[in-house]
């Protein structure tokens, strides 16, 4: 049987990462994964957690707007202040048809001080990676994740396990309807 995903981004490695992902959880079916050039909602360079959910959520909401999916997904790429570093995070949003929604996380890499220094002068983390690895449009590859690790942890990779967290409402979704105990 298939199944139609449809993504908020043009970006080869977050379409791969998306496809990748359901078809670890759901093997049996037949995943076809497109994207599609959504408006995000944040600034080009978000930076904190908040910011990036909300950028993903509107990313998977205006892509489930264009097309007839079971599945959308928003990804969005932010940064978030922790003790006394900055660190790059990947934000996840997933809507199936019905409204329902998962959110995920990438792993968070520490960015060192002198790109944030790049970064708080106004350029975006993807071009600040660009400039100090003498790369272009790294973000549509190996990213920062790839670069700072050798490739251990790929871009694709990060995102496709913070897709399959996103994912972990619709894999047990009677977990998720009871009220939380804590607020």
Do not use: C
Not at 129 to 157: P, W
């Amino acid at each position: 049987m298939q199944k139609h995903v449809i993504v908020g981004s043009l970006n080869p490695v977050k379409i791969l990462a998306s496809r990748l992902a359901f078809e670890r959880v759901w093997p049996e079916y037949d995943w076809e994964v497109s994207g599609v050039a959504v408006p995000s909602g944040v600034s080009a360079q978000p930076m904190s957690h908040e910011e990036s959910i909300r950028g993903a959520r509107t990313r998977a909401r205006n892509a489930m707007a264009t097309a007839h999916a079971d599945y959308a997904v928003g990804l969005e790429g932010g940064l978030q202040h922790i003790e006394d570093h900055w660190y790059d995070f990947g934000w996840i949003v997933v809507q199936d048809n019905t409204g329902l929604e998962g959110i995920g996380a990438t792993i968070g890499l520490v960015i060192p001080p002198r790109m944030m220094t790049m970064v708080h002068e106004g350029m975006e983390l993807g071009d600040v990676i660009d400039v100090v690895f003498e790369q272009e449009n790294s973000k549509q590859s190996n990213g920062h994740f790839g670069l700072m690790t050798h490739d251990a942890i790929t871009r694709e990779r990060a995102y496709a396990d913070g897709v399959i967290s996103a994912l972990a409402h619709f894999i047990h979704p009677h977990l998720f309807d009871e009220t939380p105990a804590i607020h």
